[in-house]
């Protein structure tokens, strides 16, 4: 079973510029999120899809941060305008349901300078 | 809120027990438990949802206390492998996910 895909894997741009990750989950997983873990702390929710609508996104900077969920499968998250403080690793996971088990991608570091 | 984690770190010889404790000051509907490698993605150990259910490896074991919104994951005979950072999710009855702080532990030969 081929696993939770992300990319790209790393990214480097300059404060107030754009930038996009890609999240292809599981097949048949009904559940993706996407996580922001800041270097030693641990991963923060930023949005929950169940298929294609939003379940959470309480802890999404609204003002600079979007996501969407095509077609119940794969999900892009983009921050426009990036600050010094978004660098993370940001983190796509799925699960069959909500409350199940939830299988990580490798995760996009972004570095913002 | 973020739930609260302890201890931080613990080093533990091979073969030691360890217990990690996670607390929330909400009422929870869901506790997650995961453990992440240096430089890796978090990996699924265990789920503990209110009423009692359980859903997670067999060699791993936890509790839920759904009174004092308290869980506690158990390592018995802790291995070389057992190494990483562990992390708690706890999930309200408002699908709000939060991520513990983590703790640390290493163990050693």
């Known amino acids: 079973e081929a696993g939770v895909a992300q990319s790209p894997r790393y990214k480097i741009i300059e404060k107030r510029q754009s930038v996009a990750f890609w999240c292809n989950p599981i097949?048949?997983?009904?559940?993706l999120y996407w996580y922001q873990q800041i270097l030693g702390q641990g991963p923060k929710l930023l949005i929950q899809f169940q298929n294609n609508g939003v379940v959470d996104d309480s802890q999404l900077p609204k003002d600079r941060f979007s996501a969407e969920r095509l077609k119940g499968v794969d999900s892009t998250l983009k921050i426009q305008p990036a600050k010094l403080e978004d660098s993370a690793v940001y983190l796509c996971?799925?699960?069959?349901?909500?409350?199940?088990?939830?299988?990580f991608g490798p995760g996009t570091r972004l570095t913002v300078t | 809120q973020q739930p609260v984690q302890s201890p931080q770190a613990v080093i533990l010889r091979e073969g030691e027990d360890a217990v990690i404790n996670c607390s929330s000051s909400?009422?929870?509907?869901?506790v997650h438990w995961y453990r992440q490698k240096h430089g890796e993605a978090p990996v699924f150990l265990m789920i503990?949802?209110?009423?009692?259910e359980q859903k997670g490896h067999e060699k791993i074991s936890a509790s839920f206390n759904e009174k004092k919104q308290q869980s506690s994951l158990y390592l018995t005979a802790s291995q070389l492998s057992y190494s990483g950072t562990y992390f708690c999710?706890?999930?309200?009855?408002?699908?709000?996910?939060?991520f513990g702080a983590g703790t640390r532990l290493t163990v050693k030969p």
């Open positions: 097949s048949g997983h009904a559940t």
């Open positions: 999710g706890t999930e309200d009855n408002n699908n709000d996910m939060r």
């Open positions: 909400k009422a929870l509907y869901s």
């Open positions: 503990l949802l209110k009423g009692g």
């Open positions: 996971a799925s699960s069959l349901e909500r409350l199940g088990e939830q299988y």
